[in-house]
């Protein structure tokens, strides 16, 4: 009998950011086999969630976690030995791994070093938070070796077997699905006030001219339209990273302007913020294709160019690119519905069974005769010797997956005082990235 049906499904999720965060919860309760044909629900009361948070400089805070909305059963942070450690002593019958692409690798031989003595072993899985423009083969290989490699929609699917079938690697893992997040209820017409939403995000643009520019273009917008809501959805809150690094946070940008009332910024869930929205404008953010999936009228910015560098390049031919110029004077976008397809953005209704396969996969490798077989990534200490051992000396293992002499793996529970002290490293690493490093930067261009 398969193990879903005679019990909660204990499935683990290890994240190193908000974002990630956000994505492997809500993957996790999606792709559990007792999930199907229940694709609407983003908590899935067949299984039990516990949650581990990668510390770094990206580890969310208390409102980060608030923000995604998805509750665990547990919930704690931890290093990569610790981790290695509890995956050592748990048994689980899922994990997933959303992390970097270097995190996914680390882990993957920490645990097949973990669970090279034990009989059975959890069912890997990995992918990514959103769309992928950039690094396409080395986050890719440096995620080979899970069981399933989630590919969000039929192009990033077909990209991703071609690369590993040109590497010679075993593309098998590669699973079809969407993304998590889509949702909500579809766009019917437009609100009173009319509301116009910028999803800004933490490094694109990355330069202090650029992220100025769409600023004072989002106001002016907002002075030429004073009938209309104009809203700037952040990410985080000044001190909190996300998924990127933001040197040049726009609250700072905006304590030189004086906008018009109809102007403010707004924090929260993206698909709360979605519900009131009339016009998403953007550079590249995954809320475009949340957006989409809610038949929003939708548009990624031309400005300041379509390039790789933005990300923007990958909505060439979705028939959503246009400049504020355009916006300022009320153009609204058609998209193309055979992009849309092959973007995972389903507003037809068949998101519902967007996760079946994964689904069917997973319950196959769960009542696999004899447990599954040892983790093999594509990258080991004889295909890759001058790459591999630098990627797993981050998170403090040896070219063969043990932990290295001296690695963080203290108490699970860390006292008061290193509480203190982490609390303070991070706050002083912070400061080091969107105070000192950007003036390094500019001296150097001088």
């Not at 040197?247 to 009332?261: T, V």
């Amino acid at each position: 009998m398969p193990v879903s049906a005679t019990k909660a499904l204990r499935v683990a999720v290890l994240a190193d950011s908000d974002t990630r965060w956000k994505w492997g919860s809500l993957t996790a309760n999606r792709i559990a086999p007792e999930q199907a044909g229940n694709a609407a629900d983003t908590e899935n009361p067949d299984i039990r969630l516990d949650g581990y948070l990668l510390r770094g400089r990206a580890t969310p805070t208390p409102r980060q976690l608030q923000e995604v909305g998805v509750r665990a059963d547990s919930l704690r942070e931890v290093t990569a030995v610790e981790f290695l450690r509890t995956m050592a002593e748990e048994s689980y019958d899922v994990l997933v791994l959303s992390l970097v692409g270097g995190g996914v690798q680390a882990m993957l031989h920490g645990l097949g070093r973990v669970w090279e003595d034990r009989a059975s072993r959890p069912v890997v899985v990995t992918g990514y938070v959103g769309v992928v423009y950039e690094k396409l083969a080395d986050g890719l290989l440096l995620r080979h070796g899970a069981d399933l490699v989630l590919a969000n929609s039929r192009q990033d699917a077909d990209r991703f077997r071609g690369v590993y079938d040109g590497v010679g690697a075993d593309s098998s893992a590669v699973t079809e699905v969407a993304l998590p997040f889509l949702g909500g209820t579809p766009y019917t017409g437009e609100h009173d006030p009319y509301t116009v939403v910028f999803a800004a995000q933490p490094s694109v643009p990355d330069s202090r001219k650029d992220r100025t520019y769409l600023l004072n273009r989002l106001v002016q917008h907002a002075r030429l339209h004073p009938g209309r809501d104009v809203l700037l959805k952040l990410r985080s809150k000044p001190g909190e990273h996300t998924t990127h690094i933001e040197e040049l946070p726009y609250q700072k940008l905006m304590q030189r302007l004086d906008p018009p009332a109809n102007f403010r910024l707004v924090y929260g869930n993206m698909g709360e913020v979605l519900d009131r929205t009339d016009l998403l404008v953007t550079i590249s953010s995954t809320a475009a294709l949340e957006s989409l999936h809610r038949r929003i009228p939708t548009v990624v910015l031309t400005d300041l160019g379509v390039r790789e560098t933005l990300g923007n390049h990958h909505f060439v031919g979705s028939g959503c690119l246009a400049s504020w110029d355009q916006l300022d004077a009320r153009h609204r976008p058609v998209p193309d519905a055979e992009w849309v397809a092959r973007q995972g953005v389903v507003p037809d209704g068949s998101y519902d069974t967007a996760f079946d396969a994964a689904r069917e996969r997973i319950a196959k490798l769960l009542d696999r005769p004899g447990g599954l077989p040892p983790l093999t990534p594509y990258y080991t200490p004889v295909t890759a010797p001058g790459y591999l051992p630098g990627i797993l000396a981050r998170h403090h293992l040896g070219p063969d997956g043990t932990p290295l002499p001296g690695a963080p793996a203290a108490d699970r529970e860390p006292g008061p005082v290193r509480q203190i002290v982490r609390r303070a490293a991070r706050g002083a690493y912070r400061h080091g990235v969107q105070r000192v490093a950007p003036v390094i930067r500019r001296m150097g261009e001088l």
